[in-house]
């Protein structure tokens, strides 16, 4: 049967494990699976492989003869033959985005890998799952052209020139006749949130300066600049998505971090609407996306943009959701306090949230 979220993927890697701790065998796995499986030993040696991996791979025969994981899949820091002997903490070991370009292929491959330690009698050897994210690359070199104008474009904004930078943004999201209002609502909220933290905290953390306060408001317009690889068909959709969906939806932040990839550890403000981008799907308690970071590992532009986009959700309708009350908005943020929204910022909201409600009102 075929995984579609990341709760199925773990049932599923729980009933492989325990067949495979029985049988020590892949006579467990699914052979429908969309994801590439195969057991390896410490050496990398594949033991077997399920159909999809031998199709992932364009592999012509039907059994591992002397095949290695490695002569498919690059060696990278914790998965590689060196490592694998020594790692003891059956932990699930996830590297996202494992980009392999050559011949192999005819065209680059971009996959999501887990390295799963199994206990098999006195031996151990490890489950890997291959999951093929290619057509997030597919967009992103379908819309290559309209990228590179896009950053030849922004190269040149100055920060004074707000207009523009909401003019751009609009031109990348492409959604509908409200999208400029929510782009300055979140400009708004973030600013006055912002300025709030930098007069609670400023001298604690000193890096949180009055020009800080600027620049996170103007780069948060460009939080949702990943969805330029999204489909109109998903972002316009009338209903909820499906786990499926959704998870294509989730990929607007990959998009974002490689539309604006050369700007990574820049002190401008692209670099900041990068990071923002990034992580303002990030929640306080590990559980968003796209790395699970948690906690102050999520950057502070992140943390407050996550808030603030939030809120602007639950206040205006959405093609599938009606809009909430401001008064219901805030009591969603308060119970999400450090579960989905860092303590302290949420502690700064419902200290300032009356002017989140005027704005509100000015910026229907």
């Known amino acids: 049967m075929k995984s579609k979220t990341a709760a199925l993927d773990n049932l599923y890697l729980e009933i492989v494990e325990n067949l495979c701790t029985l049988n020590g065998k892949l006579e467990a796995i699914v052979e429908s699976s969309t994801n590439g499986i195969a057991e390896i030993d410490l050496s990398g040696r594949i033991i077997a492989w399920n159909p999809s991996f031998q199709k992932l791979f364009n592999i012509g025969h039907p059994c591992p003869e002397a095949d290695f994981l490695f002569d498919y899949i690059p060696a990278r820091e914790a998965l590689s033959a060196e490592a694998l002997p020594f790692i003891h903490s059956r932990q699930t070991i996830v590297l996202q985005d494992v980009l392999i370009e050559g011949p192999k292929f005819g065209c680059s491959k971009l996959f999501e890998i887990k390295l799963v330690p199994l206990n098999i009698s006195a031996r151990v050897d490890f489950i890997v799952i291959i999951k093929d994210k290619s057509e997030v690359l597919t967009a992103l070199q379908n819309r290559e052209l309209f990228i590179k104008t896009l950053l030849d474009l922004i190269e040149d904004i100055k920060f004074d020139n707000r207009k523009t930078i909401y003019n751009l943004a609009i031109l990348v999201e492409l959604r509908d006749s409200t999208t400029g209002e929510h782009l300055k609502r979140v400009e708004a909220f973030t600013h006055r949130l912002a300025l709030e933290y930098y007069r609670a905290y400023g001298q604690r953390d000193r890096w949180v300066t009055e020009e800080y306060v600027s620049d996170i408001a103007v780069s948060a317009v460009l939080h949702d600049i990943g969805k330029i ?71 502070l532009s992140g943390r407050i943009v996550a808030l603030c986009d939030t809120y602007d959700a639950i206040t205006h309708d959405r093609p599938y959701k009606r809009a909430q009350s401001h008064e219901q908005a805030a009591a969603i943020i308060e119970a999400e306090r450090g579960e989905s929204f860092d303590p302290e910022v949420v502690d700064l909201f419902l200290r300032i949230h009356g002017d989140f409600k005027k704005i509100n009102a000015e910026m229907p």
């Open 229 to 299: 690889g999204i489909s109109d068909t998903l972002l316009l959709k009338p209903d909820k998505l499906t786990p499926h969906e959704m998870d294509t939806m989730k990929q607007h932040t990959y998009i974002a971090g490689k539309a604006l990839e050369k700007h990574q550890g820049k002190k401008d403000f692209l670099a900041l609407g990068r990071e923002i981008a990034l992580t303002h799907h990030e929640k306080w308690n590990g559980q968003g996306y796209p790395r699970q970071l948690s906690g102050k590992n999520i950057p």
